[in-house]
C-alpha cells in the first residue's frame, strides 16, 4: 500500500504540493482531512483547480482511477463541496 502522497493514484507532483501547502503531508492525514475538506482547503489557499483534483483526491483515497467514479458519486462529491465550510 502507498504511504507518500506521489504513490497514491491520480496524484502528481503538482497535487501533492498543494496539498503539502495547506499542511496535508501524508496518506494518513488525507484520510483524516477526507478527499472534500482537501479539496476546499486547496481552493481556498487560491490555488486554481478543478473539480477533477476533487474527483483525483477521492480516486486515491479508495484506489480507483479518477474517471472510474461513477455520476452519482461525483455529484455527491460536488454537492458536499457546495456545502464545505472551513
Known amino acids: 500500500m502507498a504511504t507518500d502522497l506521489i504513490e497514491l493514484k491520480n496524484l502528481g507532483k503538482t497535487s501533492v504540493q498543494w496539498l503539502n501547502a495547506v499542511g496535508i503531508r501524508t496518506l494518513e492525514q488525507l484520510h483524516d482531512v477526507g478527499s472534500v475538506a482537501a479539496y476546499c482547503k486547496v481552493r481556498s489557499r487560491g490555488f486554481k483547480v478543478s473539480k477533477v483534483l476533487l474527483y483525483a483526491?477521492?480516486?486515491?483515497?479508495?484506489?480507483?482511477?479518477?474517471?472510474?467514479?461513477?455520476?452519482?458519486?461525483k455529484a455527491r462529491l460536488l454537492q458536499a463541496v457546495k456545502e464545505c465550510v472551513l
Do not use: F, R, T, Y
Open 57 to 73: 483526491l477521492e480516486g486515491a483515497l479508495i484506489g480507483s482511477h479518477w474517471n472510474d467514479l461513477d455520476s452519482d458519486h
